[in-house]
């Protein structure tokens, strides 16, 4: 079974730029997830998508972060414009369905200089 | 809203002895689920193992054990026979099972850093 695909793995970028990330998920897992993990921090949930339908986007920064899944299948998150603090790697998970466990990407590493 | 906490930035074993990585978490639901990840340097998310709030038995899995006090709010991860490969970052996590309108986000800590010396 293949697992959770992320693409770019880094992305080098000035401040002001835009950025984009794109997820796809294990097949058939219908709950799609955007983490941000800062140096030395635990990663922290952006949005959860069930379906193409996002179930929570409350610590999505809605000013300058997007995000969708239009089939259901795969996702892109996106940061427009960068900002410094937005560094940080991005992961992406999934799960059959929101009560069962997680899997992980292998992130994209975003650099804003 | 819940918060998870690992106290230990870092750990250090010996290659084959034993350690044990410390979790505390705050919440006021009664059903949830706890996990352990592993983060090696590829970036990885790995799942350890995982404790539904509800089972008294502590989880096990191989090398990994789990020693859940619900009372205490304690959730830490023992590391048998440690081996080379287990050096990564360590992650707990907390997970509803209740959460309204569906979500179940995970909540994570910030990690401690298991260094293996051969």
């Known amino acids: 079974e293949a697992g959770v695909a992320q693409s770019p793995r880094y992305k080098i970028i000035e401040k002001r730029q835009s950025v984009a990330f794109w997820c796809n998920p294990i097949?058939?897992?219908?709950?799609l997830y955007w983490y941000q993990q800062i140096l030395g921090q635990g990663p922290k949930l952006l949005i959860q998508f069930q379906n193409n339908g996002v179930v929570d986007d409350s610590q999505l920064p809605k000013d300058r972060f997007s995000a969708e899944r239009l089939k259901g299948v795969d996702s892109t998150l996106k940061i427009q414009p960068a900002k410094l603090e937005d560094s940080a790697v991005y992961l992406c998970?999934?799960?059959?369905?929101?009560?069962?466990?997680?899997?992980f990407g292998p992130g994209t590493r975003l650099l804003v200089l | 809203a819940q918060t998870v906490t690992q106290s230990q930035p870092e750990m250090s074993v010996q290659e084959a002895e034993t350690v044990t990585l410390s979790c505390t978490y705050d919440t006021s639901e009664s059903d949830y689920y706890l996990f352990w990840y592993k983060q090696p340097p590829s970036r990885q998310m790995i799942l350890v193992i995982r404790q539904e709030a509800y089972k008294q038995q502590n989880a096990t899995e191989n090398r990994f054990s789990v020693n859940f006090q619900k009372a205490a709010k304690s959730f830490s991860l023992k590391i048998s026979d440690s081996q080379l490969g287990d050096a990564a970052m360590y992650f707990c996590a907390y997970r509803s099972v209740h959460s309204g309108g569906g979500a179940d986000g995970l909540t994570f800590g910030k990690g401690t850093h298991l260094i293996i010396q051969p």
């Open positions: 097949s058939g897992h219908a709950t």
């Open positions: 998970a999934s799960s059959w369905t929101g009560l069962e466990t997680q899997y």
